[in-house]
């Protein structure tokens, strides 16, 4: 098998496909990456517009992973995103909203969240490479989250041959329709526990139990041996790259642009990796144009972009689009490889400046590079919660707190640049996953509780409820664990019995 995936810190550690989506990050701490990236033929959009998404999925993720068959990646395909398990037919459905402005809803899968996008086809990915390199101990995916991400990889892992899941979130730290949608969890090989505490004492206990020898020195003897499910996993970043293609592929079909016209993308930002795929389906040859990065309070990927300083040494703020609350993009790392001309040395070298000071200043060429390619901009709760009563009001389209941070940074785009390019804001998550700020930004101060907010929400916009969402009222509470830091480790020994 070729070797072709690379660390954006070392340039010759070579690995095969099914080894990156294995290990998940380089030995070094880099970020694993495709020694080269392939190009889509010229034909590529003109074959790919007759397609379904679950073949617009093998189409782009076949050039990327020598060493499985197209057969194979179609049988992940309709797994992943085929036999209902997406609410809309067309899995990444762009809405039109005038002439020259789109929205590819990521949330029609099981979680109603983008991260499902991913999440849904990677435990195959996962899977298939640990079999292809001859693994034949069980993985356990651990996870620590603050809402969004432990469930969307619940559903992606459920039932997976061959894999274990076990969940940890903070008690004190997602809200209840979150709580329940874990909770209810079906599936036979999951766990899921609250922490006491919030969620940098859930994530700090994963991290140790990660690095616990004795605790994997265990596993081993048991037949298990514990792995995550990170974004910065190539399986994670891979699957994003499609839909970028796929929406131009729809728009060139519904006649919205011509053959060759350029789109930019705008996209709610956190750890980077949307839009990083999107700058990855631009390289790799999609007419793509500007990448808007949008962020929420936490604006450094805005002052990066305007100054190539990044500097973490700022309050982090809890805001209305809590998935974005981040202060370290690590799929950053790529995308300064990348307009690094690869520079490997010059990435350690910031890499290193970040971990020691938490900050870092790109050279002149890479910031040059950084402000052809990217806009950028930010937005507080107060526009968050106006864009949302204004997307209502003016066009009848309820979008959810991350989405609205996507559309206050285009609007103001717009406004200063004159730019009237067709573009496509993608949209991250169902509003009824936030129906709190939801119904707050359209004015109604009294919420129910419980899951009634959800009918709440329904009755107020006459949007109906989304099944996953609707469901979780006759879901049964499977698991009512709470542990103490301490005794996480005891938990994961206790599930892998
Ligand atoms: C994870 C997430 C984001 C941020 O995506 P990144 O790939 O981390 O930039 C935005 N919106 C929602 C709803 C998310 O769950």
Not at 282 to 287: H, N, R, S, V
Request: one cysteine or more; a negative charge; charged letters at 25%.
């Amino acid at each position: 098998m070729t070797m072709n995936y690379l660390s954006t810190r070392n340039k010759d550690l070579r690995l095969s496909a099914p080894q990156a989506i294995a290990k998940g990050l380089a030995p070094d701490g880099g970020l694993l990456t495709p020694a080269v990236l392939p190009r889509l033929p010229s034909s590529a959009v003109e074959t790919m517009r007759e397609m379904s998404y679950q073949q617009r999925v093998v189409y782009i993720m076949n050039s990327f992973l020598e060493g499985f068959a197209a057969s194979e990646l179609n049988s992940y395909a309709s797994e992943a995103y085929g036999g209902g398990k997406f609410s809309h037919e067309d899995v990444a459905p762009v809405r039109k909203l005038d002439e020259s402005t789109y929205c590819l809803e990521l949330w029609h899968g099981p979680t109603c969240a983008f991260k499902d996008m991913a999440l849904q086809i990677l435990p195959h990915l996962l899977t298939a490479s640990l079999d292809k390199n001859d693994e034949k101990k069980t993985v356990c995916i651990l996870v620590a989250t603050s809402g969004d991400t432990g469930k969307a990889a619940l559903e992606g892992f459920r039932n997976v041959e061959n894999t274990k899941i076990l969940v940890f979130y903070p008690k004190d730290g997602v809200s209840e329709i979150q709580e329940l949608q874990m909770v209810t969890q079906e599936g036979g090989n999951v766990g899921v526990s609250s922490v006491v505490g919030n969620f940098d004492d859930a994530q700090t206990g994963v991290k140790k139990l990660f690095a616990d020898e004795k605790l994997a020195a265990e596993l081993r003897e048991r037949g298990y041996f514990l792995s995550s499910a990170n974004s910065i996993n190539w399986g994670r970043v891979l699957p994003q790259i499609v839909y970028y293609a796929s929406a131009y592929c729809d728009l060139l079909k519904e006649g919205a642009i011509a053959k060759g016209q350029q789109v930019n993308v705008c996209v709610p930002t956190g750890n980077f990796g949307n839009i990083l795929a999107a700058y990855y389906a631009k390289a790799m040859g999609i007419p793509i144009g500007r990448l808007i990065c949008a962020s929420n309070q936490n604006n450094v990927l805005t002052d990066f972009i305007h100054t190539g300083s990044y500097d973490r040494n700022r309050t982090f703020y809890n805001t209305l689009s809590p998935s974005m609350d981040i202060l370290v993009s690590s799929n950053l790392e790529r995308m300064v490889f990348e307009l690094s001309g690869r520079d490997d040395r010059l990435v350690r070298e910031y890499m290193s400046q970040l971990a020691q000071y938490g900050s870092y200043r790109v050279d002149s060429s890479i910031r040059t590079k950084l402000k052809k390619e990217f806009s950028a901009g930010c937005c507080s709760d107060e526009q968050t919660k106006a864009m949302i009563a204004k997307m209502w009001g003016e066009c009848g389209y309820l979008i959810d707190p991350h989405t609205a941070v996507a559309f206050h940074v285009l609007d103001e785009y717009r406004v200063q640049t004159g730019d009237d390019t067709p573009t496509v804001v993608v949209s991250t998550a169902s509003p009824f996953k936030f129906c709190d700020s939801v119904l707050d930004a359209l004015g109604i101060k009294e919420h129910k509780g419980g899951l009634d907010i959800l009918d709440q929400l329904a009755e107020v916009t006459g949007e109906p409820v989304p099944m996953p969402l609707a469901r979780l009222k006759n879901r049964r509470r499977r698991f009512e664990g709470v542990v103490k830091k301490d005794a996480m480790k005891d938990c994961v020994l206790d599930f892998l019995k």
